[in-house]
């Protein structure tokens, strides 16, 4: 049967592949997809959790939570990745160390 | 009248004059070092007049003359006791020639400097800071001033001959500087020594006063060169060490064969005056030192290594003649010859009678104006072609015969010819060495034997050379140029060897000017030492 | 004279001694401006004036002396003083008597030479000094003298001094007697050690010092002092060192022939009275103290010199030489008569001899004068001393001729002239003291016989060769020359020749020409028996030898050197080992000059590479020390400081790479810590 464990080592997983993706990528969406991986992790383990509250569901509603409100990060990482790209033509974030008004 | 402090600082007043004068008057130095000289000569002049001949001096403060003494330096040291230092100063029958020939030396230095070109300033600055030295040194009669003018005396001669020197000056300088430090300064630790074992019998505080060093009732009895506690150094007297040790410091000077090469190389390098100093009254102060200090200080352990020191005169005789025998360089050549004729006094001072004393006395004053001379004659030929080698030249009588006439002179004074004053102090250096066997002074006989083979020898390579630079047909390295450059002595050279070839006639016919003022004090040391044998 | 009799002697002799010297001043501050010699002769006539006087007052008459101090030294005074007694106030007439004639012969000899302004102070100051020599009273002032005359020998031996051989010759003198000096300053020590005192008069006068010190149980004892009785032996023979080297000796004659490179007037006044009787006149002075065996040496030596001076003298071709070694052969005579203990036999021999040899000398230089003359006149080069180059000079110079006979034949000892006297006394005397000695002693007289032989031979042979036969240049000189080729001297030469000349018969010393007893020198100098018993027989016989072998040898001479029937090869070996003086001066120069050059450079070598190089070596270490100690500085005491800097500088470095302002770095380090933390909360 599948417990709690395999659901726990999974999400570790997800989240060390998301971990190296974030640490070791030269492409910014990469990192983004990284840090999307992280959090699936993290909803992962939320939902594996929400077994121990069959009152409220308080762990499916906060993955549920945590899925909008990763979307949207997503979404405003994207943008801002674009508008990177459109500024200095990559997106390798060691490049950009321009941080400044001109 | 402080005579003698008059002596010392007279010298060191001219060296403020010529350095306060701008150098646009550069021309007026000289005639400045050679008025403060003069006076200098005559202050020394009138000491010898004033001098009387029947005190004893030595280990006698009451038989020194025109003593001066002063406290100079007077600090509480708490538990060690008080440090006095006097500034005492004083001559007797030892130092009062010495004295006189110094001022005559310098006075022929000046002389030879008449031509110095480059920065006279300095040159005659520091020539004045080693004249004061150099008379403080005969004078002082306080070891610590002693020391001081001293180490004084070798500043101004390493810069002479640094500065103002050959070729290789810097070399012979630091040479010259070396060697003599390295006897000054272990000199120093033995006059500590001596400090602390020696006390002032009014006072009773510690005293650097050689007078009281010399007498064996002023030490303290567990110091480390009491005289009745036998104190050991690694196994040996440490009086035998503190006199072998100022003996080398002294020795240095003289210089005993083999701490003598700095000699050749500092009188190769040295300019003429400088040479003419270095020759005429440094290496008496070696001679003086060890009569006055070693001696007088010591006079158990004189008496115990007589043998050893007479050993060391006769290797020097015979060494520093054989030397000079092969020398190429004329000046080289006299300077060999002046460790030869050093060595006849230091064998006439270890033979310890009052003949070989006086002798040795005698021979230091002859060697001092003969070997300025000597030195100066060198000069001569130096100036004028710049070589002194001496297969570049032959014939020379015939260009320049006045310079033969006072070459010949000086060279037949100086291999010891009667009549003048070498013959006088080499004969008595003999005879008193070899009386020193029936004194009982432990000079066996061979010693004086060996000895008068210097004699031979000096005659030998003085009249080859005398041969071989001055008669024959002419045959110059420099050709017909030479020949027009070689003109004869003029008349500055020759008023400066005049007199200095006259005194060594008067001194070789009326020996006693010298020896009646030696005479009481010699006779002395020697009875002052002889009781110890 | 009855006037000048009552000036005091003592001052007589001062004037004697001074008046060359004041020439000599003269003439050294006159300089080029006098060439005339006029002073310098004026100066030898005082001196021969009151030299006479003194010793007409002085002769057999007791002693005068008188001192002032000199100059002390401890305990010890030393004093100069004058002592006249028959000895020195022969002596001191002597000297001038032999050098008046030498100054006026110089005036015609060195006439036109360059240099003779120096020429006339060298030969003042000679004078000067040889007279000091004979007159003081103490050893010391002797000494000076004696060097000094040695010094004023080497300025008139090297009087040309462009000439190399003449500069060798006088170096070689000087050093030579400098030899002798050391002699004389060690027999000084010695005597002065022994009686701490150095006047003649304390020493050998009366009762002297000498005479109260005796050998007891080997020991050799003053009244102030004793040593070891080998130094009385040693003293003696120190001071024959000093007459060995003045009176040209055996081994150490080797200067005198050479010292003939000087003026011919000038070998003649050194070789006659002069300095080489200095040696004879020191030993008859301090004779006393000659013990047995040191007597012995001395005619040992003396019979040496003279045997082997005279066969030198056999094989030489220049006409001086000859005369040197019959100098140096006679000097070997006195010195037999020293040895064997009759000092006044010596003397008069020295006497007589001074005055013939003086004669032969300047008779020489006549000659050489003559035919210098003939040198420069016919531009030929041949040297002018030289007697092959000679021969028939009797036609062209008949009064040369006879002076120099009577001078030769005095030489030979021939009867009626001194040098019979003097000689056969030596000879004689030898004879008597050998058999009072033993047969083995016998060998000394009868080698002196033989000698006087050989020397009536080569003085014959330089009197054939010279004077007799052909004129040898002549055909060369011929036809260059018109006229006389040769003559007569002139005459301010050949008076002091002549007077001379007359001083070589016997009247002047003895009314009787054969027995020398008769004697006035040796009466007045006669102070103690022989010490030997005289043999009659000895008188008679052996003048008689001598004189048979002299005209002997001279018939031998006649026939081969003026009938020309010469048997010898001049090239065997006898007569080469002759001419070349036996090979010495080769042997001395291969053994002591070549060997002290030797010694010396091997000394400047140890100077150099071992004195020099100890000093470079201590140098070395010091330096060495220096340098270790810098590289300990710099590698151990700075490393340490720079190792602590150093790890904090890689530190931070290392630190410092996380600080690169990337954004995943920054992630990672975080990372890593807390992944650290949990490991530390897990495991911990």
Redesign the interface.
């Known amino acids: 049967m599948i417990t709690l464990t395999h659901f726990l080592v999974v999400s570790a997983c997800i989240f060390c592949i998301g971990?190296y993706t974030?640490?070791?990528k030269k492409n910014a969406i990469m990192i983004l997809v990284g840090i999307e991986l992280m959090i699936n992790a993290a909803i992962l383990n939320f939902v594996a959790f929400g077994k121990y509250d069959k009152v409220s569901y308080g762990g499916q509603i906060f993955a549920l939570f945590a899925i909008v409100l990763a979307a949207a990060a997503v979404a405003v990482g994207l943008a801002l990745v674009l508008n990177v790209y459109r500024h200095y033509k990559t997106i390798n974030?060691?490049e950009i160390?321009e941080l400044k008004d001109k | 009248m402080p005579i003698l402090s008059l002596l010392i600082f007279l010298p060191l007043l001219a060296t403020a004059f010529i350095l306060a004068l701008p150098t646009r008057y550069k021309s007026s130095y000289k005639y400045i070092a050679l008025a403060f000289t003069a006076v200098q000569f005559v202050l020394a002049g009138i000491c010898y007049a004033k001098f009387d001949a029947s005190q004893t001096g030595i280990q006698d403060l009451a038989g020194y003359q025109f003593v001066e003494q002063l406290p100079w330096i007077r600090l509480d040291l708490g538990a060690i006791g008080k440090l006095e230092i006097d500034y005492l100063i004083g001559i007797d029958g030892i130092s009062m020639p010495l004295l006189l020939l110094s001022a005559f030396v310098m006075l022929m230095a000046i002389g030879a400097s008449w031509n110095i070109q480059k920065s006279p300033k300095g040159y005659f600055a520091l020539l004045m800071v080693l004249n004061m030295a150099v008379m403080g040194i005969f004078c002082a009669l306080d070891f610590f001033l002693f020391y001081l003018f001293y180490e004084v005396m070798l500043l101004p001669l390493y810069f002479l001959i640094g500065i103002w020197g050959g070729a290789r000056r810097e070399y012979a300088a630091i040479?010259f500087f070396l060697y003599t430090l390295f006897g000054s300064v272990f000199m120093l630790l033995i006059i500590v020594g001596l400090y602390f074992s020696v006390i002032n019998p009014i006072t009773g505080a510690h005293t650097f006063n050689m007078i009281y060093m010399m007498n064996p009732q002023n030490y303290l009895g567990d110091s480390i060169f009491a005289w009745d506690g036998y104190q050991e150094i690694l196994g040996i007297s440490a009086r035998l060490i503190g006199f072998v040790v100022l003996f080398f410091a002294f020795a240095i000077k003289v210089p005993i064969?083999?701490l003598?090469?700095w000699l050749p190389d500092a009188h190769v390098e040295a300019p003429t005056p400088v040479s003419i100093i270095l020759a005429g009254i440094l290496l008496k102060i070696g001679g003086y030192g060890i009569i006055r200090i070693c001696y007088s200080i010591f006079p158990d352990m004189a008496a115990l290594s007589n043998w050893w020191l007479g050993l060391i005169g006769v290797i020097s005789i015979i060494?520093g003649a054989?030397?000079a025998?092969?020398?190429k360089d004329l000046k080289r050549m006299i300077a060999y010859s002046s460790v030869s004729h050093m060595g006849f006094v230091l064998l006439g001072i270890a033979s310890l009678?009052?003949?070989g004393v006086?002798?040795a006395m005698f021979q230091m004053i002859s060697h001092g104006f003969l070997s300025a001379a000597l030195f100066f004659l060198v000069g001569v030929v130096y100036d004028r072609v710049h070589d002194r080698n001496i297969y570049s030249f032959r014939?020379l009588?015939?260009l320049m015969p006045k310079y033969t006439g006072y070459v010949a002179v000086a060279f037949?004074a100086s291999l010891g010819?009667?009549?003048f004053s070498a013959?006088i102090g080499e004969?008595?250096v003999?005879?008193g060495s070899?009386?020193a066997?029936?004194v009982g002074t432990g000079l066996p006989r061979w010693m004086?034997?060996a000895g008068?083979?210097g004699?031979?020898?000096s005659?030998?390579y003085l009249?080859?050379t005398?041969?071989r630079m001055?008669?024959?047909?002419i045959r110059l390295k420099g050709g017909e140029s030479w020949a027009n450059k070689l003109t004869d002595v003029n008349s500055r050279e020759q008023l400066i060897l005049f007199p200095t070839l006259a005194l060594a006639l008067l001194l070789g016919i009326?020996?006693?000017l010298v020896?009646?003022n030696l005479?009481a004090s010699?006779?002395n040391l020697?009875s002052f030492i002889q009781q110890f044998i | 004279m009855d006037q000048l009799a009552h000036i005091s002697p003592l001052y007589t002799a001062l004037f004697t001694v001074v008046a060359p010297f004041i020439a000599f001043l003269y003439q050294a501050m006159a300089g080029k401006r006098d060439q005339s010699g006029v002073i310098s002769l004026i100066g030898i006539i005082f001196s021969f004036i009151f030299g006479g006087l003194t010793w007409l007052a002085i002769w057999n008459n007791p002693i005068v002396s008188a001192q002032i101090n000199?100059?002390?030294?401890?305990?010890?005074t030393f004093k100069v003083g004058i002592l006249l007694n028959n000895l020195n106030v022969l002596m001191l007439f002597l000297v001038p008597t032999v050098a008046l004639p030498v100054h006026i012969y110089s005036r015609a000899y060195m006439k036109g030479d360059s240099g003779i302004h120096r020429y006339w102070m060298y030969l003042s100051l000679f004078c000067f000094a040889m007279l000091g020599l004979v007159v003081m009273d103490s050893l010391?002032l002797m000494?000076?003298?004696?060097?000094?005359v040695g010094?004023a020998s080497y300025l008139l031996i090297?009087f040309w001094?462009?000439?190399?051989t003449a500069?060798?010759a006088n170096?070689k003198a000087?050093?030579v007697n400098?030899?002798g000096?050391?002699g004389f300053?060690?027999g000084?020590?010695?005597i002065?050690?022994?009686f701490k005192t150095l006047n003649l008069v304390d020493l050998f006068g009366e009762g002297g010092l000498i005479y109260q010190s005796s050998i007891t149980g080997g020991l050799w004892v003053s009244p102030v002092?004793s040593?070891d009785q080998i130094w009385l032996t040693i003293a003696g023979l120190a001071f024959f060192l000093a007459a060995m080297a003045k009176s040209a000796q055996f081994p150490l004659h080797v200067w005198l022939p050479d010292a003939m490179e000087g003026p011919t007037s000038v070998s003649s006044l050194i070789h006659a009275a002069t300095m080489v009787a200095a040696g004879v006149f020191l030993l008859a002075t301090v004779f006393p103290l000659f013990n047995e065996s040191a007597l012995l040496f001395i005619a040992i030596i003396g019979t040496i010199t003279a045997a082997s001076a005279a066969y030198f003298a056999l094989g030489q071709y220049d006409i001086k030489r000859i005369l040197a070694f019959s100098t140096i052969s006679q000097l070997g005579f006195m010195m037999v008569g020293i040895g064997i203990g009759t000092w006044d036999a010596a003397l008069f021999h020295l006497v007589t001899h001074a005055f013939f040899k003086c004669l032969l000398f300047l008779s020489a230089g006549a000659i050489i004068h003559e035919m210098a003359h003939l040198k420069a006149h016919s531009h030929l080069d041949f040297d002018p001393q030289d007697l092959r180059n000679m021969g028939g000079l009797k036609k062209y110079m008949p009064k040369t001729f006879i002076l120099m006979s009577i001078a030769s034949l005095a030489l030979a000892g021939f009867p009626l002239t001194s040098g019979y006297l003097s000689k056969d006394s030596i000879i004689i005397s030898s004879f008597e003291w050998a058999l009072s000695k033993g047969d083995l002693y016998l060998i000394i007289p009868l080698s002196l016989i033989t000698v006087s032989i050989l020397t009536a031979f080569y003085i014959g042979r330089l009197i054939f060769k010279a004077f007799f036969g052909d004129f040898r240049m002549l055909e060369q000189v011929k036809d260059k020359l018109h006229g006389t080729v040769l003559h007569e001297a002139p005459k301010t030469m050949l008076i002091p020749m002549f007077i001379l000349g007359i001083c070589c018969l016997f009247p002047l010393f003895s009314l009787n020409p054969v027995s020398y007893h008769d004697s006035w020198l040796m009466d007045g100098l006669l102070l103690d028996e022989y010490t030997f018993a005289p043999s009659h027989s000895a008188h008679l016989i052996i003048p008689l030898i001598l004189l048979i072998g002299s005209v002997i040898s001279w018939t031998i001479g006649w026939k081969w050197y003026v009938q020309h029937k010469y048997p010898l090869n001049a090239n065997n070996f006898a007569l080469k080992a002759s001419l070349n003086q036996g090979y010495i001066n080769e042997l001395y120069q291969w053994i002591f000059v070549n060997g002290?050059?030797k010694?010396?450079?091997f000394?400047?070598w140890f100077?150099r590479f071992v004195?020099?190089a100890?000093?470079a070596f201590v140098q070395f270490i010091v330096l060495s020390l220096s340098q270790l100690s810098v590289w300990i500085d710099k590698y151990i005491v700075d490393g340490f400081v720079n190792a602590v800097a150093s790890v904090a500088y890689w530190t931070g470095n290392q630190v410092r790479l996380v600080q690169n302002?990337?954004?995943?770095t920054t992630?990672?380090s975080v990372?890593l810590f807390v992944l650290l933390g949990l490991i530390y909360l897990i495991f911990f």
């Open positions: 971990l974030v640490l070791s974030p060691d160390n | 040479k064969v083999p003598h090469t060494y054989l030397n025998l092969t020398q009678t009052a003949e006086s002798g014939g009588a015939q037949f010819l009667p009549g013959f004969a008595f003999i005879i070899f009386n066997a029936s004086a034997l008068s083979i004699i031979l020898l005659a030998v009249l080859w005398l041969q001055f008669f024959g047909e009326m020996p006693s020896f009646s005479n010699v006779l020697v | 000199w100059f002390t030294i401890g305990a010890s010391l000494y000076i003298f004696w060097e000094l010094f090297g001094f462009t000439r190399e500069v060798q170096k000087f050093i400098r030899i000096d050391l300053l060690i000084l020590a010695i002065f050690t022994q002092n040593m002290t050059l010694l010396a450079q000394c400047y100077d004195v020099d100890l000093v302002g990337k954004l995943q992630l990672y990372f």
